[in-house]
């Protein structure tokens, strides 16, 4: 492995992997408590995320996201209070002023779009974006995210076919955790791994350790490098594990034994890059304490600031859904 980054930018990435998974834990506790309706969780997903999120140029980029992505969004700069907005349904939400499902993401001011509740529809959103940087002569990438389920979906080969075609600087990123809901991958594809599926569409296709958050980040920075150069798009696969239920509606114990879960627990990506910092000397008890204390203080802050927030008005329901004026041509 020869990836180098500065001693602060790792420190930095293991902060915002700390703090999602903190904040993840705080939600699945608020859900039990009964105060917040929904929640799908980030949990074994978070070293992919931030990978992701610093090979690209944060706030210059573009990002078309899926519901997981709570890691890549904090460093993005979605704050936990915004979370907490989302996840309670209050007025200052940025992603729709609490009025969409919490996690269904979008941020203008880091140049992240809205995505649909239908899954991989935000594939052809990228591979739409990926044309307009191309057409207006550009030197940005836009990268997407998907689940390994949502790559049967019709509208993912599209919008993955279209960018091979174009050479779209788009990374397609499949985030690769085994099941879609209850549906385990051998149900859901005949190849081994979604990276397979490269081969038939014309780029290239690469699989990653998705729990390492480096073995990601090197990949990744080659499949945005490669973008940014005008060379098209990759489809990069992300092997991680979902270590939690599909959702806070879900029970996991119906369809995947907690043997299996317990084994993929010894990988879990906070340990992994914990133990990666650790042996570099850059974490030590002490500073992992002082993360720890910082976490605890933003995510209780963040928990208050959401219960004090006002609900959204009423006469803001159908607000920005329908045109104030409609202009007929
Ligand atoms: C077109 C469509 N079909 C079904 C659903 C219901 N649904 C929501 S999430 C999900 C599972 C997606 O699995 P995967 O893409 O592997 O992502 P994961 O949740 O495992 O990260 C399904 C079937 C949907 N939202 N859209």
Redesign the pocket.
């Known amino acids: 492995m020869n990836v180098t980054l500065p001693e602060e930018t790792l420190m930095e990435m293991y902060w915002f992997m700390l703090l999602s998974r903190r904040l993840d834990e705080r939600a699945w506790a608020l859900h039990r408590q009964g105060k917040i309706a929904f929640h ?1 969780s980030a949990i074994g ?1 978070e070293g992919a995320q931030i990978a992701a999120a610093y090979a690209i140029r944060r706030g210059y980029d573009w990002i078309a996201p ?3 992505d709570l890691t890549l969004m904090l460093a993005l700069g979605y704050t936990p209070r915004e979370f907490m907005l989302s996840l309670m349904g209050k007025k200052g939400d940025p992603s729709s002023g609490g009025r969409q499902m919490p996690s269904h993401w979008s941020l203008k001011r880091a140049n992240v779009i809205s995505h649909s ?4 529809t935000q594939t052809s959103h990228a591979a739409g974006i990926g044309l307009a940087i191309k057409l207006r002569g550009e030197d940005k990438v836009v990268i997407t995210t ?6 049967s ?1 019709g509208e993912w080969y599209e919008g993955v076919n279209w960018a091979a075609v174009h050479k779209l600087p788009v990374v397609f990123i499949v ?3 085994l ?3 209850s ?1 385990r991958q051998e149900q ?1 594809m005949a190849v081994a791994n979604v990276a397979d599926k490269a081969l038939g569409l014309g780029l290239p296709g690469i699989s990653a350790d998705g729990m390492d958050f480096l073995a990601m980040y090197q990949v990744m920075k080659e499949a945005v490098e490669r973008a940014r150069r005008g060379e098209g798009p990759t489809l990069v696969e992300a092997k991680v594990y ?1 270590i939690t239920p ?1 959702s806070s509606d879900d029970d996991d114990r119906s369809y995947r034994p907690r043997a299996e879960v317990e084994q993929f627990k010894q990988r879990d990506p906070l340990l992994i890059a914990r133990q990666h910092l650790e042996k570099q000397g850059l974490l030590t008890p002490q500073k992992i304490e002082e993360f720890e204390q910082r976490a605890r203080e933003m995510v209780e802050d963040a928990v208050r600031f959401g219960e004090s927030a006002p609900y959204p008005d009423p006469e803001e329901a159908a607000h920005p859904v329908y045109a104030e004026e409609v202009h007929h041509v």
Do not use: F, K, L
């Open positions: 799908i997903h899926y519901y997981r509740a239908p899954v991989a998907v689940g390994e389920g949502s790559t979906q985030v690769n955790n099941y879609a809901i549906v859901q979902r599909h």
